[in-house]
């Protein structure tokens, strides 16, 4: 056990996490460099195009250290979005230390802080590594004063590295080796392994990643999921070497994987404890927590005759992501779907993307909403997150939406006009750290309706890049909330309805009008849209026809060629969601939230 | 183009094969560098009694862009000469939104053909296709397209100016200056009467069926010289198409449609009550028969039916 070392990178986005971690795994030659390729521990395709994890990832890393002794090191390497902070923190509640990577240029961001944080919570060894030296705009010396002031940390112990050049790679090895502690647990207690990640193999059932913590599993066991109960007998026990690789048994101490018939992801919780079932743990290891979605939106086909292939490829795509839940919807505008409850954000883009990429599934997404809370007149209490259930009016006592808490990382020339955004985003309680010279941490209580949708994207261009912004859900609030419909040639869609709070509901249905103007194509007849509230019509905008739409010339040979165009028009057409003779485009569903046309 | 024998083969042919009706329209399409004493007398000798010229302009400046042999004093020189030969029904074929043409050279052009009376006369709207020449000259710039406005305002000003002075606009792109011009052979197409076409490429419709012709010269002779008929492929129409057809081309022109043709299905009601309001159809006789403005529409409104 003394020769393990358990770590994390943590990192603001694009402050160089994955390409550290491809130069830790080639300075090990685990993979032949004829092989090896960027960005190797993310294997989806949208995790290299964005250049961002998704899922955890292990390698268990060989090292001959100075010392003369070997030790195997497990990088354990974590999603980098705000939307999976609990996985992050079970992750890091597998480790012993982490390397907190800071960008020599961009500096100390607000995901390095809220990463910190989440490190120190668990009261790991930080290891502070400035990545990116060898960039002309490069400015150690600064960096080390934020890495001193804001995050309170050793200046001098930071290592200097460029994962992009090689640079500083053996350095960070022999202070893994020499800094983070071995892990500490006991064989012979009762097993206690924390389940913080779990993969689905059409072959093998659910892969159990986890981090033995005392006592030891190996294949025949039969193992329990402390939080369900479940149990299962354990088939193989290894580690990852970028491949699996079996091992006899794993011990206190070891992080590495556990297939035990398994079905699903959905069948394990990250953060759940496995033990034994013939010599159980007392307890299980503490911070486990169901994960709940916090953003929600439906999925409709954009052809209702694809229904059913949908609900399979949900049901698939589910058997690898147990944090996407969901139901059975329908909407007159848009006929069946499915009411989906996302982690945030950024998973719900996931969701979108790989049902469209690797399912090839037509869809069409409503504008996401939160959960919003009401107590109605006769006490009782009903949750809304799809405005097509708002209750009656009438019959609303109390409105309530889920508040978070922001913090917002800044030059200082930027305050004014991110103070700004944050009013126009209903923020209150506003709070300003000072935690470094130039730079400004702003700390907001905002909706979180107001940030789901472009907050973050408004704040990068504002700030011009520079600014970072992180989260966390506090509480639910009071709030004067109303349902904004739009009517489409004074027909009411649906699909197109939002919850708002009352004084922003004019500027958001402007906004919505303005959009639908913007994504619907002119047709052959003017299109009136209005937004509305009960019967009252607050914003409304026209869709000029089209004024020619015809060929100069149709003779004896063309009518073949034009008749087979209409036709292919025609099935085109059964693409498109009409209302009240209005094509709707898919794309228009979303672009309703978009405030981004000012 | 045809040559002197080649006319009278093929004319001679033509009355050898068919009964030829007397009085039938015998049309032949010719462009101004081609016509000479000697092609207008062959085909006055041989029944050709209606001409269509394709003039395009009479702006020197326009034509060249259209990369045209002819100027515009060639252009009014064929179609005196057409007329001196005793030629009463004759087309003129002009275009529009050309780049760089202002409402005064369209005008110019207009009042040019105009002078000579013809019986009738073609306005095209210059359609930029993708993989022509002038298709790649917009994508980089060099030539600026007419905006749809700016199309819109040529084609029914150019409506207007010629209804004014008698003509009829009977088909999207054509008028003619009384119903006995029309073109009777386009005028088929439009109907959905029988019409036979010979030649590489020409088509050919009877009842259900239509069919077309090798598209290559040299496949068309082989085919026809191993004694097999030269159709590259015909098709079979189904009610549905039938009906999409008519309402296709009915809105092209004049007559519009039959409202049985709308009624048969509950959904077109609404359509066509909106059509109405819109100012892009008016009901005569039973029919739905488009205006100047549903003109313009044709293709949008047929996709609505469709």
């Known amino acids: 056990m003394k020769q393990i070392r358990n770590f994390s990178i943590i990192a603001h986005i ?33 995790e290299r195009e964005r250049g961002i994890t998704i899922k955890s990832q292990t390698v268990n890393l060989p090292y001959n250290a100075k010392n003369g002794l070997y030790y195997e090191l497990n990088l354990i390497d974590t999603p980098g979005h705000v939307d999976f902070s609990y996985e992050v923190s079970r992750a890091l509640a597998s480790c012993e230390g982490v390397l907190l990577l800071v960008d020599a240029s961009q500096g100390v961001e607000a995901q390095t802080l809220a990463n910190l944080y989440a490190a120190m919570e668990h009261n790991l060894t930080i290891i502070p590594v400035i990545n990116k030296i060898d960039l002309p705009s490069a400015d150690i010396e600064r960096v080390k004063v934020e890495i001193d002031h804001e995050l309170g940390l050793d200046a001098d112990s930071a290592l200097l590295c460029s994962a992009k050049e090689g640079i500083g790679i053996e350095d960070i090895f022999e202070a893994i080796v020499e800094r983070i502690p071995p892990p500490s647990g006991d064989v012979d207690k009762p097993l206690t392994a924390l389940i913080f990640d779990a993969q689905y193999d059409s072959f093998r059932g659910t892969i159990v990643s986890c981090r033995i913590f005392d006592g030891s599993v190996r294949q025949g066991d039969t193992i329990r999921l402390m939080s369900t109960g479940a149990q299962y007998k354990v088939e193989e026990v290894g580690i990852f070497r970028l491949k699996m690789e079996p091992k006899k048994e794993l011990t206190a101490g070891m992080v590495g994987y556990i297939i035990a018939g398994i079905k699903t992801v959905s069948d394990t919780r990250i953060g759940d404890t496995i033990t034994h079932e013939m010599n159980p743990a007392p307890k299980p290891l503490p911070g486990f927590k169901e994960v709940k979605p916090v953003v929600f939106s439906s999925i409709y086909p954009v052809s209702s005759d694809d229904y059913q292939s949908l609900a399979e490829a949900l049901e698939k795509y ?52 939160v959960q919003y809370r009401f107590t109605l007149s006769d006490g009782s209490i009903v949750q809304v997150d799809n405005p097509i259930y708002y209750p009656d009016p009438a019959q609303i006592k109390k409105s309530e939406e889920p508040y978070i808490r922001a913090s917002i990382m800044i030059p200082e020339r930027y305050v004014g006009p991110v103070m700004k955004l944050c009013m126009e985003r209903r923020g209150v309680n506003s709070r300003m750290n ?53 009517l489409v040639n004074g027909e009411k869609v649906d699909a197109l309805s939002m919850i708002v709070h009352r004084e922003r509901a004019r500027d958001r249905a402007v906004k919505a009008c303005e959009s639908l103007k913007e994504e619907i194509p002119r047709q052959q007849f003017k299109i009136a849209i209005q937004g509305a509230i009960g019967g009252k019509i607050i914003a409304r905008s026209t869709i000029n026809p089209y004024r020619k739409d015809v060929t100069a010339k149709c003779y004896g040979g063309d009518i073949t060629r034009k008749r087979k165009l209409l036709e292919k028009q025609k099935k085109g057409k059964k693409r498109m969601k009409v209302v009240g003779s209005v094509e709707i485009p898919q794309s228009a569903f979303m672009a309703v939230l978009r405030t981004d046309t000012e | 183009m045809l040559n002197r024998h080649h006319i009278e083969i093929l004319m001679e042919t033509v009355c050898r094969v068919f009964p030829v009706t007397s009085g039938a329209e015998v049309t032949i399409e010719a462009n101004p560098d081609d016509i000479d004493p000697v092609k207008i007398k062959t085909f006055k000798e041989h029944g050709i009694n209606r ?51 202002t409402k005064n050279t369209w005008h110019m052009s207009l009042e040019k053909a105009l002078s000579f009376e013809p019986a009738h006369i073609s306005c095209y709207a210059l359609t930029i296709e993708e993989g022509t020449p002038f298709n790649l000259l917009k994508s980089q710039k060099r030539i600026k397209p007419f905006s749809e406005k700016k199309e819109v305002s040529f084609y029914l000003h150019t409506s207007q100016y010629l209804r004014d002075r008698g003509y009829i ?54 085919s026809l010289a191993r004694g097999i008929k030269p159709v590259e492929a015909k098709e079979t129409l189904t009610e549905e198409q039938i009906r999409l057809e008519s309402i296709m081309l009915g809105l092209r022109t004049e007559e519009g449609v039959d409202l049985g043709v709308i009624a048969s299905i509950p959904r077109y009601q609404e359509i066509l009550e909106n059509l109405l309001l819109s100012g892009y159809v008016e009901i005569k006789d039973g029919r739905a028969v488009p205006t100047v403005k549903g003109y313009l529409m044709a293709d949008g409104i047929a996709y609505l039916f469709s």
Request: aromatic share 12%.
């Open chain 1, 318 to 369: 589910k058997l690898n992501d147990a944090a996407l839940v969901y139901q059975k919807d329908s909407s007159a505008a848009l006929g069946q779907g499915f009411r989906c409850g996302f982690l945030g954000l950024l998973h719900l883009e996931i969701v979108q993307e790989r049902l469209e990429r690797e399912f090839d599934q037509s869809i069409i997404m409503t504008a996401p909403s």
């Open chain 2, 51 to 101: 001409l269509s010229l394709g003039i395009q302009s009479f702006h020197d400046g326009e034509l060249s862009f259209l990369k045209r042999r002819h100027t515009s004093g060639e252009a009014e020189r064929a179609i005196i000469l057409a007329k001196s030969h005793g030629f009463e029904n004759i087309g003129i074929d002009l275009i529009f939104a050309i780049p760089g043409q």
């Open chain 1, 434 to 486: 000072y935690p470094g010279p130039g730079r400004v941490e702003l700390i907001f209580d905002m909706p979180l309706a107001e940030v789901i949708f472009d907050f973050y994207d408004r704040l990068k261009s504002i700030t011009q890049g520079y600014g970072s912004f992180d989260y966390e859900i506090v509480d639910y609030r009071e709030s004067d909330l109303v349902k904004l419909d739009i």
């Open chain 2, 169 to 222: 606009h009977y088909e999207v792109s054509n008028f003619a200056k009384g119903p006995k011009y029309y073109s009777r052979h386009n005028r088929r197409y439009w109907q959905r009467k029988p019409y036979l076409g010979l030649g590489p490429s020409a088509h050919s419709f009877k009842e259900k069926d239509r069919w077309w012709n090798i598209k290559s010269i040299k496949g068309y002779m082989d």
């Open chain 1, 14 to 46: 694009d402050h160089g996490k994955s390409t550290l971690a491809d130069r830790l795994i080639q300075y090990t030659h685990l993979v032949d460099e004829r092989q090896f390729r960027n960005q190797i521990l993310d294997t989806m395709d949208i």
